[in-house]
């Protein structure tokens, strides 16, 4: 036997205290694990989404939504920009690659981006981890296919409503001949949709679902090639061709815009009806990165256009998101505390009942420290087994959670059972804590009257 | 030298009005090794106390307390803890089991706090069930001491004052709370294992019956003079 087997049994004599200050314990440690977890996943997720880009260049308003709706899926696009700007960037000498993007569209919730091959080919959604096809390939583009549909397309915005069916017809013809509309997806659009290579889909105009909807019933995507999982938002996204989202009838307005122009279309909560000859975003590699201090400033003088840097806007979001989780955070710890001093009273209270027992132990030779050693080591085991059950509780919460998430925040999916290196300073934590809580009663103990405890009451 | 040797003892408490309270003064009091002896005396003539400053849990506020050779009022506590532990065995009126423990476990107890840190646990394991099988539980090794009468619990309070092999086993009226029966099987377990292991035995109680079973006996209130 030993002083362990003295303090579990000690435990086990007080099952409904040590039961209930174990799960006041547990409360806390579970909150703590909540709200470090999503603060974890999101810093993770959020880093991960803008590996490779310097800049992003989309519509004038606020930057961080432009980069979470470009490099993110979430929110809505601040509008758009001229395709002439992507032109004029591409060529310049400081930009290494430049990729255009336009979102708008969506599957069965899933967002669709329209990008160039490039995007997939080049850019890494991790660090020197570049997209990786689980089967198929990645989709045709040229930029010449591109100006032909965006040319197609402002003439249907010529045409208007009385050339419409005429031109529906036409369109259709030109999809069967160029075959034009492929699509490359994501691991859990091809998980959680059933698409697969060699499938075939139609887009719903707008990037949630509803019943009332428009779908694009004349444009239908082949996927062709279906990427590996990333654990970024690239998961839940469905790649196309730039080219193939000008051949899409709601994306032209009725009164056709000028390729050159740079207006921006009013945004409409989700939907963005974009003008013939823009895009929503670019995504930009430079080839010095000091260079984007220079080209950010260039780009945000003009009137048709900002840029932002991915890095420096998450960590805007996550500076204004730790506020809050800090506030959540201080909470969760005082509910540990608050479980501690209960621990603390519980023990207090049991004290009068081990008085006897203190003093048996002490007249078999026991010492004072050692007494002070199993009081303590109570408390200590009571804090521990508090924190396996806060652990689970808390791990089992995100796993709940995580559902939610996803579909609030598409591609943002919470890690529920990863062991998180913050875990261990957690554990630290709560043992100081439940030392700290032993100490009272440990005091106590130590200095207990053997012999009264030994007179028969 | 004697093997208990009590020279000069006084024990004084404080009283609320700060006075003294002499409780014992004792000029001497004397036991040889395997000596069996009993103590006897009214409630609040400081038996227990008296066993109490023999066993080192308390200090007397004056005099000396020679045990095999040692003073123990020299010792500080800790040691003083530790010799209690290997060298004395204490069987209380009551039980003090511990409740959360079976009956080996709270024979083995003993033996946490000041046994040998070198013998094998299946070796300190091995003693307490042998204890346990003189006092005939062997077979309720692992009763808690809630499942078992009052005179099988101080029957486990005995062999669990014998595990540390103890040179003397201070009893405090250990049939008080039993009945005739019990309180004679328990007394003739703690005569025969101490003879067996060479322990002798002061046991204070003011039982005639009790008495009648020792060779010696002494009256407390004769050996007190209290001022």
């Not at chain 1, 509008?79 to 060529?91: C, D, M, Q, R, V």
């Not at chain 1, 970024?232 to 056709?256: C, K, M, Q, W």
């Not at chain 2, 646990?121 to 539980?137: C, D, N, Q, Y």
């Not at chain 2, 669990?160 to 309180?183: C, F, V």
Request: proline fraction near 5%; include cysteine; aromatic fraction near 6%.
């Amino acid at each position: 036997m030993t002083l362990g087997r003295i303090i579990f049994n000690n435990a086990r004599q007080r099952p409904l205290s040590t039961l209930l200050t174990s799960l006041s314990v547990s409360v806390g440690v579970a909150l703590i694990i909540v709200i470090l977890s999503i603060r974890q996943t999101a810093w993770q997720r959020f880093s991960l989404g803008y590996s490779g880009f310097d800049l992003v260049v989309g519509a004038k308003g606020s930057p961080l939504q432009l980069v979470l709706n470009a490099m993110f899926n979430l929110d809505a696009s601040p509008g758009n920009i001229p395709w002439s700007l992507y032109e004029k960037l591409a060529k310049d000498p400081r930009v290494k690659l430049a990729t255009p993007f336009a979102v708008g569209d969506s599957y069965e919730g899933f967002r669709i981006v329209a990008t160039t091959d490039a995007y997939l080919s080049q850019f890494e959604p991790r660090l020197n981890q570049p997209y990786e096809l689980e089967n198929g390939r990645i989709f045709r583009f040229s930029e010449k296919a591109v100006k032909e549909a965006m040319r197609e397309a402002a003439e249907r915005g010529k045409l208007g409503e009385s050339g419409k069916k005429n031109h529906d017809h036409n369109e259709e013809h030109h999809h069967a001949e160029q075959e034009a509309c492929e699509a490359v997806i994501g691991a859990t659009v091809a998980q959680e949709t059933g698409l697969k290579v060699g499938s075939t889909f139609v887009a719903t105009h707008g990037v949630r679902e509803s019943d009332d909807a428009a779908k694009h019933e004349h444009s239908p995507w082949t996927v062709v090639g279906a990427l590996k999982p990333t654990g970024t938002p690239a998961d839940r996204t469905i790649y196309i061709n730039l080219d193939s989202f000008y051949h899409i009838e709601g994306h032209v307005i009725e009164e056709s815009k000028p390729l050159e122009g740079g207006e921006q279309n009013p945004k409409t909560k989700d939907k963005v009806a974009l003008t013939v000859g823009q895009i929503s975003a670019l995504g930009l590699k430079l080839k010095a990165p000091f260079a984007r201090f220079a080209l950010r400033k260039q780009i945000n003088e003009t009137e048709v256009a900002q840029a932002a840097f991915p890095t420096e806007e998450i960590r805007k979001l996550m500076s204004i998101v730790g506020n809050v989780d800090r506030i959540l955070l201080a909470q969760a710890v005082l509910i540990v505390f608050v479980a501690a001093i209960g621990t603390s009273l519980a023990l207090f209270n049991s004290m009068n009942d081990r008085r006897r027992d203190i003093a048996v132990m002490r007249a078999l030779g026991a010492r004072r420290k050692t007494i002070f050693a199993i009081v303590v080591g109570e408390a200590m085991l009571i804090s521990m087994m508090g924190m396996a059950m806060g652990l689970g509780l808390g791990h089992g919460t995100v796993a709940l959670a995580s559902p939610f998430v996803e579909a609030a925040a598409p591609g943002f999916s919470l890690d529920a059972w990863t062991f998180q290196v913050f875990e261990i300073f957690v554990f630290a934590g709560v043992l100081i804590v439940g030392i700290l809580a032993g100490l009272g009663p440990g005091v106590l103990a130590y200095r207990a009257n053997v012999a009264r405890g030994l007179t028969p009451t | 030298m004697a093997f208990v040797e009590i020279q000069n003892l006084r024990m004084e408490y404080r009283q609320p009005d700060g006075k003294p309270l002499t409780i014992l003064n004792i000029p001497e009091f004397r036991m040889e090794p395997s000596e069996q002896l009993a103590m006897r005396g009214p409630s609040g003539s400081g038996k227990t106390t008296l066993l109490n400053i023999i066993s080192g849990i308390l200090l007397p506020s004056a005099g000396s307390v020679r045990f095999d050779g040692k003073d123990l009022t020299q010792l500080n506590e800790a040691d003083r803890d530790i010799f209690r532990g290997q060298r004395i065995g204490f069987v209380f009126q009551t039980s003090n089991l511990l409740q959360g423990f079976t009956a080996i476990e709270n024979v083995i107890l003993g033996s946490l706090f000041a046994g040998d840190p070198n013998e094998e646990p299946s070796s300190v394991r091995a003693r307490a069930h042998a204890l346990l099988e003189k006092t005939g539980l062997a077979e309720r090794s692992h009763h808690r001491p809630r499942t078992l009468s009052a005179g099988e619990q101080q029957r486990v309070a005995i062999a669990r004052a014998l595990m540390n092999k103890p040179r003397l086993i201070l009893a405090d009226e250990p049939t008080g709370s039993l009945d005739e029966k019990n309180g004679q099987e328990a007394l003739a377990l703690i005569q025969n294992l101490a003879a067996a292991s060479s322990a002798a035995v002061l046991i204070v109680t003011h039982d005639p019956a009790v008495m009648a079973e020792f060779p010696k006996v002494v009256n407390l209130k004769e050996l007190n003079q209290r001022l």
